[in-house]
């Protein structure tokens, strides 16, 4: 049974309309009552025809955009079914550069006619001085290096921003569709999926698994925050691609909020408060490209610049635990605590002020250690160095949820190999993790 189509519509002045859809005679409807794609409602009335059936939308939206670059004789073969007569018909510009797409290509169909004797040197004149509708956010990840839980009830922290992060690239077209392809860091698609924008502007999935239901959330929360956003119903191309693996715990996430936002113009705070929650200190490092101090003050985030610049910094890693912990579980267990915050807000604002402006790597060390122990005594946990690394000759800290993803390092010899000997392999020293601070002009 199919479950997505192209089609091609005449239209009243003669000229073709080519999209795809999940639902063939609802969309015509749609066109017919001028709620279509700006090219038909401005040409009504049109008429359907031709059709093809296809398993998945997205290879119906492919093979849209390989029709709407051809000639329009190459159409009419088409139309007639005179499959036998396409391939000595003129080349559509979308089969020599097979990754250009427009929104361009709802123009007049007369405009995309090529000489096929000029074919591999002419641009066709409805690419001429045109840009696609392409749009590219960036975010960076995320390192918390102080206040971590406490940030939470206004603890002044130290964070950094990684030279890993996430980008998303979005095209938009007039089909009421978002096809989302999101890359990890080895190129490789994991994950795929169609929502369809209805009259409404609210979005429908149209598979159904976690990854899908969770950016459904993230997307109808955007339309909280920004009511009018895919009131339009132009539909989109999205990507994503990670610098990094999905499990380092780098801000897999935070980064997705932050382009999101960007994109559709809403505050990432908001957003993050809306779904996954949080202090929004990853979100501070996604926007910042230096280190940071980051505190909520009444509830909102204040966030300053820190020159933190330590000229020890080649003797500091970044060591990946691969135990990675649920945040909000940790965050939930925090919060059962009932203990009085106020002492130790105190204690680690001071640890975070004096470690900015540290200069020593052995006073460096003392006031890991004695982060360490505040957070070990409030939470009621052990140390990492306790518990996996108490023979190691150096002081270690943990970022983030305890127990896993990266800890900081820091050790006057070279520690890869005595991580490695316990089975540790990721060892990233400082400089190649953080980014740099800005030169000064």
């Not at 045109?130 to 206040?147: A, E």
């Not at 990853?282 to 490209?289: E, L, P, R, V, W």
């Not at 060390?365 to 140390?383: D, G, P, R, V």
Request: aromatic share 12%; proline share 4%; hydrophobic share 35%.
């Amino acid at each position: 049974m199919a479950k997505a189509f192209v089609y091609i519509l005449e239209c009243s002045d003669g000229s073709y309309y080519t999209g795809s859809t999940i639902d063939l005679e609802k969309r015509i409807t749609e066109h017919q009552n001028g709620y279509g794609a700006n090219h038909t409602k401005k040409r009504l009335p049109v008429k359907l025809v031709y059709f093809e059936e296809f398993q998945r939308i997205d290879e119906a939206f492919q093979k849209e955009k390989q029709i709407q670059g051809w000639s329009r004789k190459k159409k009419e073969a088409l139309i007639a079914r005179n499959f036998d007569e396409l391939p000595g018909l003129s080349l559509a510009y979308r089969d020599i550069v097979s990754s250009r797409t427009s929104d361009t290509a709802r123009t007049s169909d007369t405009a995309r006619t090529l000489d096929t004797k000029k074919t591999a040197r002419m641009v066709p004149e409805a690419f001429k001085g045109t840009t696609p509708k392409k749009q590219i956010f960036k975010s960076n990840g995320k390192l918390l290096i102080t206040g971590e839980y406490i940030v939470l009830d206004g603890a002044k922290s130290l964070a950094v921003p990684t030279k890993y992060g996430q980008s998303l690239t979005v095209e938009s077209h007039e089909e009421p569709l978002l096809f989302w392809k999101s890359f990890d860091e080895k190129g490789n698609v994991w994950f795929r999926g169609t929502f369809e924008i209805m009259k409404d502007g609210k979005l429908m999935a149209l598979q159904n698994d976690e990854t899908s239901e969770r950016l459904l959330q993230i997307l109808n929360a955007v339309k909280t925050l920004n009511p009018r956003f895919f009131d339009d119903r132009n539909g989109f191309n999205v990507e994503t691609h990670l610098d990094f693996p999905r499990h380092w715990g780098l801000g897999t996430s935070s980064t997705l909020i932050n382009n999101i936002a960007q994109w559709t113009n809403i505050d990432a705070y908001k957003l993050l408060e809306l779904t996954f929650g949080g202090s929004g200190y990853d979100i501070a490092c996604a926007q910042h490209n230096s280190s940071i101090t980051y505190q909520l003050v009444d509830g909102k985030p204040e966030v300053q610049l820190a020159d933190f610049n330590p000229p020890f910094k080649e003797y500091l890693y970044f060591v990946y635990l691969n135990k990675k912990q649920n945040s909000r579980e940790g965050i939930a267990h925090y919060k059962s605590l009932n203990t009085d915050l106020k002492p130790v807000i105190s204690e680690i604002n001071d640890i975070t002020s004096r470690m900015i402006t540290c200069n020593d790597l052995n006073a460096f060390q003392h006031l890991i250690s004695s982060h360490e122990a505040i957070i070990s005594n409030l939470n009621k946990m052990e140390t990492v160095k306790s518990i996996y690394f108490n023979d190691f000759n150096g002081a270690i800290k943990s970022l983030g949820a305890w127990g896993g993803d990266f800890i900081l390092v820091c050790s006057e010899n070279d520690p890869t190999s005595y991580f490695r000997k316990k089975g540790f392999e990721t060892i990233i020293p400082y400089s190649d993790m953080v980014k740099p601070l800005p030169s000064s002009p």
